[in-house]
Every structure is written in structure tokens, then in C-alpha cells.
């Protein structure tokens, strides 16, 4: 298959309905998952030409760390449900294709698994925070002893939003996982469905003080993922968080919310470069990734197409959607004059609204 979209259209066909539900669904009436999508149409890029392009470089330094280019893998929960080798598959390609792979804490394997099956990989750990304190710190430690570069906070999901389709199927992780991060009484859903895990576990009172806390207990670089308003971002660069990704949640959460690539510019004008952006939601093609790079971003983010390139063919499945993404970067890259990340400056994006007031 030679894009993401085959593969969604493939693992929509052969994934069981209830499983398929909960990965592809948004909350409420789905505006914003279309928005996700649509939006980055109202983009258009000015390519420049004329510029000897014959040698490209898509490398970036992030965290000391070198990905192969700029656009890694979203956490997403319990990934054993769309192939059994679940989060090792997609961090050893991760691993393979040289990029950033974040791990979810409600995963179907653990921390110390996916860190003994890739190594090498540039692992982030994506962290919720739990009523149980002690808990939540043990993870931090977890990760720190399994050579994480990163915690990525998120702080978009007090509950989980209304996702109607989970509803309708009663959606609970089958009976032959557990979330491997955790032992006895978290480990399971115990029937009862994953909104009432959420609402169980998660803290719904967490407040800025608690990023504070967080950045306290770790030397790694804390990144905010969920931002949507240039007034959050405006409060982590004052708290000095190492990065933040603006994100919708996959448009999981609040329906109606600005689509992710919509909701980017206002936030980069914002941070002004203060602290690293990073980006996620709807991204499906190259020209995606450098429109958002383009708009602020330093690295981009799948969530889905992973989950997709899973189901269909495992490790390689993943592998070969990474590989997609990086060669239609590299020739947009090409095909718009580019040798580098950092020529791709603001004012090669433009909004479609730029042409109709010429
Ligand atoms: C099935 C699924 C599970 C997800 N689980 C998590 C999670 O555990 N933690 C988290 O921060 N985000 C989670 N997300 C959100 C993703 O990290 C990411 O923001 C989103 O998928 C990006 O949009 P995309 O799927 O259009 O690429 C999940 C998304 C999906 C689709």
C-alpha cells in the first residue's frame, strides 16, 4: 500500500466492529475529527524554485536526541488490540526508521517491555495523572530507569469525551489484555468500560501547580500535549515546560473544539520560538507535515495511521507508513525549494484567505 489513507480504508475493513470504533471515532458529532482533516485544505503552500535542491536533509535535534525527520508516533492506548505484537511492533519500527515513539500509560505492554525491545529507539512516556499520587511518580521513575527522554503530560483529558460509538458497543478492552503499566486493581477494566476506568482513576483535579509538581520530581523535559489556546501556551512558557504539543486528542475529547492545524498559529505567534512545539491531529500526508512545520511546529505526530499500519501488517505495517510519510516529505521538500527544516519559514503556508483579498 502506498498511502495512509489505503491503510485506513484496509484496517477499517478487517478490524472487529467494536475495536474499529474505538479507534477511528471522535467525540460528539465528529465535527472536529472532520475539521482534523478538511482544514489542512485550507492551506496553501508557495513553493519557490530555482534553488538546487539536489541535496535534502530532513534530520532535527530534539532533546539532544537525532530523528531521521520530523514526525514521530502519538501515544495511543492498548495498541495489542490491533495486532498482538501491539507497542513493540511500533516502537521497533520506530527504532527501525529512526523516529520518536511515545508510549500511552494505559498501554497493552509495559514501560520495561518496550524499552527491552527497542533499545535504541528515542522513547517518550505519555503520562496521565492519577489520583494516587505515588502511583503517578512511580511511572515518572519507571520511565526515567528505562532511559525515556521525555514525559508528555496530557492535559486534555480530566474524563474522556463522549464517544458515542464506545457507548453504543459498551467498548472495554477484551478480557485477554491488561494495561501493563499497572498491577492488581488498575490493570483491568474490570468489565466496566473505559470511561468509568477514567473517571475512576484519572485525577480531574490536576491544575498548574501540578505541572509544577511534575517538573519538581524530574529532570526530564515535561511536554504539555493538548494545548489549544495561545493563552495556555502563553502559561506553560511562563512556567518554563520543556515543550508543548498542540493537539485535539485526536478530536477524541471536545467536539467543537478548533481543528489541531487551525488551532497552531495563533499558538506559534504566541511562543515565538520560547519553547519547542510540537504537533498532532488529522495529519494523513507530507504536504501535512510541512504545512504544520511551516505554521510553528518542530516535529509532527500520528496517531491512528500507526494503529492502521498495525492492524493491517504489523511491525512492518507501521514501518511502511513511516516510510510513506518520509518520502512524500522529502519531495515536498524538493518540490518547493527546500534543503532543510529550518528553510521552511511562515511565509512559504499561506491561508487560502491570503488569494482572495489580492
Ligand atoms: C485509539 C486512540 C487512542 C489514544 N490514546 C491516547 C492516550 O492514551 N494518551 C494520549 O495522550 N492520547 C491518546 N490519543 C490521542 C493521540 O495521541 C493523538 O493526539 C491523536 O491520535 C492524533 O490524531 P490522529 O489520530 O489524527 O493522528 C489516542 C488516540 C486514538 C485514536
Not at 164 to 192: C, E, I, W, Y
Request: glycine share 6%; with cysteine.
Amino acid at each position: 500500500m502506498n498511502s495512509l489513507d489505503l491503510y485506513e480504508r484496509r484496517a477499517l475493513e478487517i478490524l472487529p466492529e467494536s475495536i474499529r470504533d474505538y479507534y477511528r471515532s471522535g467525540a460528539g458529532n465528529e465535527n472536529s475529527l472532520s475539521w482534523n482533516r478538511e482544514d489542512f485544505n485550507n492551506f496553501r503552500i508557495r513553493p519557490r524554485f530555482l534553488k538546487d535542491v539536489t541535496e535534502r536533509d530532513m534530520r532535527l535535534n530534539v532533546f539532544g536526541s537525532n530523528p531521521s525527520f520530523p514526525c514521530g508516533i502519538s501515544p495511543t492506548a492498548m495498541q495489542r488490540m490491533a495486532h498482538p505484537d501491539g507497542e513493540v511492533a511500533s516502537v521497533r519500527a520506530a527504532q527501525n526508521e529512526n523516529t520518536v515513539f511515545i508510549l500511552s500509560t494505559i498501554a497493552t505492554t509495559s514501560i520495561e517491555d518496550v524499552a527491552a525491545a527497542a533499545p535504541k529507539a528515542i522513547k517518550w512516556f505519555q503520562l496521565y495523572i492519577y489520583k494516587d499520587r505515588k502511583l503517578t511518580e512511580s511511572l515518572v521513575r519507571r520511565a526515567e530507569l528505562a532511559d525515556f527522554k521525555a514525559l508528555v503530560l496530557t492535559v486534555d483529558a480530566p474524563l474522556f469525551g463522549l464517544r458515542r460509538a464506545d457507548l453504543r458497543n459498551k467498548f472495554s478492552m477484551p478480557q485477554h489484555l491488561t494495561l501493563a503499566n499497572f498491577h492488581h486493581q488498575v490493570s483491568s477494566m474490570g468489565g466496566s468500560g473505559i470511561n468509568e476506568y477514567v473517571a475512576k482513576q484519572f485525577d480531574q483535579g490536576i491544575v498548574w501547580d501540578d505541572v509544577k509538581w511534575l517538573m519538581s520530581i524530574t529532570k526530564l523535559p515535561v511536554i504539555l500535549k493538548g494545548i489549544l489556546t495561545k493563552e495556555d501556551a502563553r502559561h506553560a512558557c511562563n512556567i518554563g515546560v520543556g515543550g508543548i504539543m498542540v493537539s485535539n486528542h485526536g478530536a477524541r475529547q471536545l467536539d467543537n473544539v478548533p481543528s489541531s492545524i487551525e488551532a497552531l498559529a495563533e499558538i506559534s505567534k504566541e511562543v515565538n520560538d520560547e519553547i519547542p512545539i510540537f504537533f498532532d491531529g488529522g495529519l494523513r500526508q507530507g504536504t501535512d507535515m510541512f504545512i504544520a512545520l511551516a505554521l510553528g511546529a518542530k516535529m509532527c505526530f500520528i496517531g491512528r495511521p500507526v494503529i492502521y499500519g498495525l492492524a493491517c501488517e504489523g511491525q512492518s505495517g507501521v514501518e511502511n507508513v513511516i516510510k510513506i510519510l518520509k518520502r512524500e516529505f522529502d519531495l515536498t521538500m524538493c518540490l518547493s525549494g527546500v534543503k532543510n527544516l529550518s528553510e521552511i519559514c511562515g511565509d512559504m503556508v499561506v491561508h487560502k484567505n491570503y488569494y482572495a483579498r489580492l
